[in-house]
């Protein structure tokens, strides 16, 4: 009886289970705290490394569309782990062997060796979406998706850049007074002063459709405007002191870089500006040139079909236009390519190597199917893989958009069609200086027709 | 009536037993009970509170990192040229040229604020230099404490891939990011 009372002196079962639930809720507030910081701190350090890698992609589409106008049409994926070199955002990203200063193919990936970073975003999947419907800004979606402990990550990221393949027209040059176009039909192609055009045309001995001797006059007038501008003379004369001081410096036993890139610079420049001015010209009379093409008869050209001594001088003119172009256009090239010469592409920025390296590309592009060009003998597209080449060369391992640049131009090389679809600027160019092209037909008509 | 006697006979005993002292047995076996839960309750506290402190930890490096990432960028987004590391090279220091031809140089140095005997670390600094004064203590710069590693890509000539591995006590954070230079155009 006794013992059974001394027994009963413990704890009852009731206050043992509110000792145990008390230390259990304390517990447990202390579990559910610490759970929470942990994901809070898992949560953090995961969308922490989405945005940096984010912001990585971002760079990087920025980088490569700077250079490559059509990048942003194929570069969506969708859901491509970043580890082990499965997206190129992710790739070569390091260079961590010999032979130093390049990145060897497979050099540089997040691989299981690179802690702690692998292990965190193993799991994670990028996908970039571009939206190309606005012409003229595009915009681009990043998503990051990873599992999460609790449920599924995700970060997103949307930028926009500027489009630059747009199609654009082709500036004209020079303004025209009022005026001054009948003064040179009058003057240049008949001889006389300040005659209406009317009443020289209604001469039956001279004859013509006033349509047609406008358009003669509008072609030879911006010609030979060009040809005696200010612009060309002074920058020809320029050119050709430029010239000289090239070949000196080039001379030299060590090349002076500096001097070099300054005299190279402004050569580039004047050759360019010539090249374009000269082509807007010819883009410009085009129209009318087509005209003239079109009424080929003694009713339109009236005196100048029978005795076609001006109207040959005049069309002669547009044959020296399309050839001063595409040698300016080629002296251009020659130049940019100076600075892939050995000893002074090393004196250079490799900034300026790049910028000039996209010049050349740009210019040999055009180069590649410039009917003229084929006409002087010479091989666009051969001469143009060469370019493409030499730049190839020079950034290998080193510049991967680069690289991918030169790969879709030899594409492109392979598939015009499909090149110029993408890019309706470039397009536009094209149509002019094809093989068939505007310029071309042209200037089949000039020789076939109008030879000197 | 028998019952009753019996109940008042219990309330006796149990008036009798209350006077009684607790034995050394029970003492010791309290005082050990108390003991194994009061060792419990205080590593329990302990170790929620070193994990509270090591969480708290964690978020201050990734809260570094993230502040030190924007420094880094906005300082390389004034630059015009990537000096080193040249293009296709790693390296762990990076010079970069901004517009008004200032040299920026990005380097570590040990953390001596957060090392110790054992634990060593080191700082991501920028010094900027104008040319105009050889040392001048307002270009210095530190931009992240807690380094391990820290490397510089140059993959592009507008733009550097960032490598940093950051380390404290409770363990490491590793962040990849690309910082793009301003596009300037023609303007050199």
């Known amino acids: ?452 | 009536m028998q019952k009753n006697q019996r109940q008042i006979e219990i309330v006796d005993y149990k008036i009798t037993n209350t006077k009684k002292a607790f034995s050394l047995v029970e003492m010791l076996a309290v005082f050990g009970i108390m003991s194994l839960i009061g060792v419990s309750v205080f590593m329990v506290l302990s170790q929620s509170g070193s994990t509270q402190s090591s969480l708290t930890d964690k978020l201050a490096l990734q809260m570094e990192a993230r502040r030190a990432a924007d420094v880094f960028t906005t300082y390389v987004s004034q630059c015009s040229e990537i000096v080193r590391p040249s293009l296709g090279e790693t390296t762990d220091y990076l010079v970069a040229r901004t517009f008004t031809n200032q040299i920026l140089l990005f380097r570590t140095d040990e953390d001596k604020k957060h090392s110790t005997d054992k634990f060593k670390v080191k700082k991501l600094i920028m010094y900027k230099h104008d040319h105009a004064d050889p040392w001048a203590a307002k270009n210095h710069h530190e931009i992240m404490g807690w380094v391990d590693e820290i490397k510089f890509t140059s993959v592009s000539p507008s733009s550097v891939i960032l490598n940093i591995t950051q380390k404290n006590q409770d363990g490491k954070f590793q962040f990849v990011t690309s910082a793009g230079l301003l596009n300037a155009g023609e303007l050199e």
């Open chain 1, 1 to 452: 009886m006794s013992k059974s009372i001394i027994g009963g002196k413990g704890f009852t079962l009731v206050e043992l289970v509110i000792a145990f639930f008390i230390l259990m809720s304390i517990g447990a507030a202390f579990l559910i705290a610490l759970r929470a910081g942990t994901q809070e701190s898992t949560f953090l350090k995961e969308q922490f490394s989405a945005a940096l890698l984010s912001r990585k992609v971002v760079e990087d589409v920025f980088a490569e569309v700077e250079i490559n106008p059509w990048a942003a049409d194929g570069i969506d994926f969708s859901k491509a782990r970043m580890v082990d070199g499965e997206s190129h955002f992710f790739s070569n990203l390091e260079d961590t062997k010999p032979p130093f200063f390049t990145i060897d193919t497979g050099e540089g990936n997040i691989t299981s060796d690179c802690q702690p970073i692998y292990s965190l975003i193993e799991d994670f999947q990028i996908s970039l979406k571009t939206d190309l419907s606005d012409p003229q800004i595009r915009t681009a979606k990043i998503a990051l998706d990873w599992k999460s402990k609790n449920s599924k990550g995700r970060h997103e990221t949307e930028f926009h850049y500027h489009n630059t393949t747009q199609q654009k027209e082709i500036d004209f040059p020079f303004t025209i007074e009022a005026g001054d176009l009948e003064k040179y039909i009058c003057g240049f192609l008949y001889a006389t002063q300040s005659q209406p055009i009317e009443n020289i045309l209604n001469n039956p001995t001279i004859g013509g459709h006033k349509n047609t001797i406008e358009s003669l006059g509008q072609a030879g007038f911006m010609t030979s405007r060009f040809f005696s501008s200010d612009i060309y003379t002074d920058t020809v004369q320029e050119i050709e002191l430029l010239e000289q001081e090239k070949q000196g410096l080039m001379s030299a036993v060590s090349l002076p870089g500096k001097e070099l890139d300054a005299c190279l610079k402004k050569l580039v420049e004047k050759r360019y500006n010539l090249a374009k001015i000269s082509f807007q010209v010819f883009v410009f009379i085009t129209p009318y040139l087509e005209t003239i093409m079109q009424n080929n008869n003694q009713a339109s050209l009236g005196i100048h079909f029978t005795n076609p001594v001006l109207l040959k001088v005049l069309l002669q003119n547009v044959t020296r236009l399309g050839d001063f172009f595409t040698l300016a256009l080629w002296q251009t090239i020659v130049d940019l390519q100076t600075y892939f010469t050995p000893g002074f592409s090393k004196q250079i920025s490799i900034k300026k190597l790049a910028d000039n390296s996209l010049r050349i590309i740009s210019l040999g592009r055009l180069l590649s199917f410039n009917s003229i060009y084929s006409k002087m003998g010479k091989d666009g597209k051969a001469d143009y893989l060469k370019i493409l080449n030499q730049v190839e060369t020079s950034f290998k391992g080193r510049f991967a958009a680069m690289e991918r640049l030169v790969a879709q131009e030899k594409d492109f090389q392979q598939n015009v069609s499909a090149a110029m679809a993408k890019n309706p600027s470039l397009a536009n160019v094209y149509e002019y200086l094809k093989p068939g092209g505007k310029f071309s037909v042209i200037l089949k008509f000039i020789k076939d027709n109008y030879p000197l």
